[in-house]
């Protein structure tokens, strides 16, 4: 069985990678990943890292109120344990984390007429981003600010993988490999599927991180409809989180 705590952790680690690259001052304390600065669109400010640390955790988020931080910003409680409701933060969402075993088969078809690359320079990274976003090119000065920085690329432990059909991204995933101590794992994330055929399209954005980073559990988190899919794939349930947001 997959420890949750790895998949915990490798989100964390992906989390830190996205605020750095953005010039963000990120730290990990009191059980905490914690990025100091605004957050961008779709990251917390904070994910818990250790169930055992709560206390700890509750002073260094009720110290993070007095940051000039904007309004909302949510923390990640990466185990499901953690009351936030007296610091009067709400409950935004829960999830539940995922894990495959690096021998279990893929239990789907893969669309075999999308071939998966890596990205390899920024221009390529502009359009992978602005196929993420449900565009079909390069994000323009108009467009909102990017999220995923060029210095990205040079970390070997992170692959943006691009879903190609008839000269276009038509599927995106990353894959972020890390190691708690209990073992590697690699990381699914951010998947953006077509209208058209998308579960061949998400076994093939799966096969793409396990080629990107072979022999590895692959771990991840969903809810609803992407949960149900995943599940579909072979996925296992490894434990639940919840988002909680700050008070406005």
């Known amino acids: 069985m997959i420890p949750v705590a790895a998949a915990v952790h490798n989100n964390a680690v992906w989390c830190d990678a996205v605020c750095q690259a953005l010039g963000c001052d990120t730290a990990m304390t009191d059980g905490l990943w914690v990025n100091h600065s605004p957050s961008p ?67 789907a078809e893969v669309a075999r007429d999308v071939a998966w690359t890596p990205v390899a320079d920024d221009a390529g990274l ?13 994000a323009d000065a108009a467009g909102p600010p990017r999220l995923f920085q060029p210095a990205l690329l040079a970390d070997p432990d992170i692959r943006f993988l691009a879903g190609w059909q008839g000269g276009s ?21 951010n998947i953006g599927l077509p209208a058209v055929e998308p579960e061949r399209h998400r076994a093939g954005a799966l096969a793409a991180v396990r080629d990107a980073f072979p022999s590895l559990p692959v771990v991840g988190y969903e809810r609803g409809d992407d949960l149900t899919a995943m599940q579909a794939l072979g996925f296992q349930s490894l434990g639940r989180l919840r988002v909680w947001i700050s008070p406005e």
């Open 41 to 107: 669109p779709y990251y917390s400010n904070a994910v818990t890292m250790d169930r055992d640390a709560q206390a700890a955790q509750l002073g260094r988020i009720r110290s993070m109120l007095s940051f000039l931080l904007p309004q909302p910003w949510t923390i990640k409680d990466g185990f499901h344990v953690l009351d936030l409701s007296p610091l009067a933060f709400e409950v935004l969402f829960e999830a539940e984390w995922i894990g495959l075993d690096a021998d279990a088969p893929l239990s």
């Open 126 to 138: 502009a359009n992978w981003e602005a196929a993420w976003r449900g565009g079909n090119d390069a």
């Open 169 to 189: 991204i038509t599927a995106v995933a990353v894959a972020n490999r890390s190691d708690d101590g209990s073992g590697p794992v690699v990381g699914i994330s």
